[in-house]
């Protein structure tokens, strides 16, 4: 007799008992088959699995389980979401690959594609003006060449990576490291509702699941691992995203990385990449290129359209040369420029009312 009607409810069942991670599951599927297989052996046949201790044999069988399976698979529903098991043939391949894959994904929007080449783009939460335009070039870029993006939905570099592949009319992905009906964080509810119309969120965590610190550093496998690169476009030493791109090595991924000002500390988390071997790269041909999908055939001469500026005269162009892609105070402009502060002002002013530059708090100025 089953115990549920449901197969689901036997892999939600599993992935709540204390003990079984993914790497145990994985060994329990590799002998048993199947969930509702392991639900029916004896304690002398869950013996046989290496990782498998006594007291979670016994949890097993005497069904000592966290969560109650029905209400879990309900809760999904509800929340338009569905779960796809290790098993399941919308399960993505590549995720199969790595040492520890989630056996349980809760998956909204379109089924990923499995014939889809994806890359990570991961960085800075705090991202400068200079790591968000490039993120949002390098994701509209590979996507008019036919790669997906995949990030974990964060505030700067994940969110405009996202932006960009959908501007470029591609394939994104989130990976979320709290439940898959919670958005965070909240101010990014217009994009997660974008990637559930054309693209696919993904979260290995229950239902209702806090955005808890731990999750994160565990989420960025699955993100590298969906990925046949990793492209870190701006992060500090100490960054997270390190941390992707060192799993990706792990995975035998390919690891690029966007060079920045020397001056600038949220770039040398690359410029660390770079000197241990990752591909600097300044744009999407150049990742085909590391990939060796740059052949004859390959659409070029698409990548990130740029805002064709208006007329400006001679000392608007003067001091828009002056702005670099790094937000610059007024002070150090007049210092560059030697023009007199009330005709600086004045200019900035005209470009502000052009589109050309954008003014920040505190008097900063940037293209």
């Not at 400068?128 to 008019?144: I, N, P, S, V």
């Not at 965070?184 to 509702?193: A, I, T, V």
């Not at 000392?315 to 937000?327: A, L, R, S, T, V």
Request: net charge positive; aromatic share 8%.
């Amino acid at each position: 007799m089953s115990l549920w009607s449901d197969n689901k409810c036997y892999w939600i069942a599993l992935s709540g008992i204390k003990g079984i991670g993914n790497v145990t599951f994985k060994n329990l599927l590799s002998k048993f088959g199947d969930p509702e297989n392991i639900f029916r052996a004896s304690g002398s046949e869950l013996s046989g699995v290496n990782g498998l201790r006594k007291e979670t044999i016994q949890d097993i069988i005497k069904l000592r389980l966290e969560n109650d399976p029905e209400t879990e698979l309900k809760k999904t529903e509800a929340c338009g979401a569905r779960i796809v098991t290790f098993n399941d043939p919308e399960y993505p391949e590549p995720l199969k690959q790595i040492h520890d894959p989630p056996m349980i994904l809760y998956m909204k929007g379109v089924a990923i594609p499995q014939n889809k080449s994806f890359i990570a783009v991961v960085g800075s939460r705090n991202a400068t003006h200079y790591g968000l335009k490039a993120a949002a070039e390098f994701g509209q870029g590979l996507a008019r060449r036919g790669l997906g993006i995949v990030s974990g939905m964060a505030l700067g570099i994940d969110a405009e990576s996202h932006w960009g592949c959908i501007a470029g009319k591609g394939y994104t992905v989130a990976v979320l490291g709290n439940g898959i009906d919670v958005v965070y964080p909240s101010r990014n509810r217009r994009l997660y509702d974008k990637i559930c119309e054309n693209g696919t969120i993904v979260s290995e965590f229950p239902v209702g699941s806090s955005p808890s610190p731990p999750n994160f550093p565990q989420r960025n496998r699955i993100i590298s691992g969906l990925a046949r690169g990793v492209l870190v476009v701006e992060a500090t030493k100490n960054s997270g995203s390190l941390i992707t791109a060192s799993l990706a090595l792990d995975q035998g991924k390919d690891i690029f990385a966007v060079p920045g000002s020397i001056e600038s500390y949220k770039s040398r988390g690359c410029h660390f990449l770079i000197k241990q071997g990752a591909m600097l790269v300044e744009n999407a041909d150049d990742i085909m290129e590391g990939l060796g999908m740059n052949y004859p055939g390959v659409t070029k001469g698409d990548t990130f359209v740029k805002k064709v500026l208006p007329e400006m005269d001679k000392m608007e162009k003067f001091i828009f040369e002056i702005i670099g892609d790094y937000p610059m105070h007024i002070d150090e402009i007049q210092k560059r420029s030697n023009i007199v502060p009330g005709e600086l002002s004045g200019t900035l002013t005209k470009l502000e009312l052009k589109g050309i530059v954008k003014q920040l708090p505190g008097k900063i100025f940037v293209k």
